[in-house]
């Protein structure tokens, strides 16, 4: 698990959920494309990593995994899934298919929590941690974000390549790189090159 490549992904995305999506690197290049999630550990991994689980909790599913691997199988599936589906919705090619997906991943979670109330505020709590907890996590916190956050402000890299999702919280919504020092400057250069080459030509 230490050595999956999941766990040191960049989190651009400026919300777990949007980072979920961004587990796929070069979307818009078939010959780079690559997908982080390939096996339960760097599910694992890159939760650990994004802050979905605590140090302990990925040492104990890594140890669950191992003694119930259908599960954990089934579980990275859904996960990928889970993704898929976000990113449609978020790029304008979701259907009604994908929103019930969210919404089934949604509904899972919800049966494996409890409503805890202390004080003056409630929380959903795990009621046990499972092979599928990270799916269970993330499934409420990308409901929580489409429910609270207009779509339009999820938006793709200007890098057509590149493909990672943002959120823009930009003052006037106007971000237009995943990365200004990395997409950024990359569209900055061949930019300058194609502007150099027409002068010289």
């Not at 078939?30 to 991994?45: I, K, M, Q």
């Not at 429910?147 to 006037?172: A, E, I, M, N, Y």
Request: charged share 25%; hydrophobic share 40%; glycine share 8%.
């Amino acid at each position: 698990m230490k050595g999956s490549a999941a766990a040191k992904l960049e989190l651009r995305g400026g919300h777990i959920a949007v980072d979920l999506v961004n587990t796929v690197a070069w979307r818009g290049d078939p010959d780079r494309r690559v997908d982080y999630l390939v096996g339960y550990l760097d599910l694992v991994a890159w939760a650990h990593h994004a802050g979905v689980l605590s140090p302990s909790e990925a040492r104990t599913l890594a140890g669950c995994a191992a003694s119930d691997q259908d599960a954990a199988a089934k579980t990275l599936r859904q996960a990928r899934r889970l993704r898929e589906a976000l990113h449609a919705i978020w790029t304008g090619c979701g259907s009604s298919r994908e929103a019930a997906r969210v919404a089934d991943a949604y509904r899972s979670a919800l049966r494996a929590k409890r409503l805890t109330v202390a004080e003056d505020a409630g929380r959903w709590d795990d009621t046990a941690l499972t092979v599928r907890t990270p799916l269970h996590r993330l499934a409420v916190d990308a409901v929580t974000l489409l429910t609270t956050v207009p779509r339009s402000r999820v938006k793709r890299c200007g890098d057509s390549q590149c493909g990672w999702l943002f959120l823009d919280g930009s003052h006037r919504q106007n971000r237009r790189w995943c990365s200004a020092a990395d997409c950024g400057n990359r569209a900055r250069v061949r930019s300058f090159y194609h502007r150099t080459r027409d002068v010289s030509g």
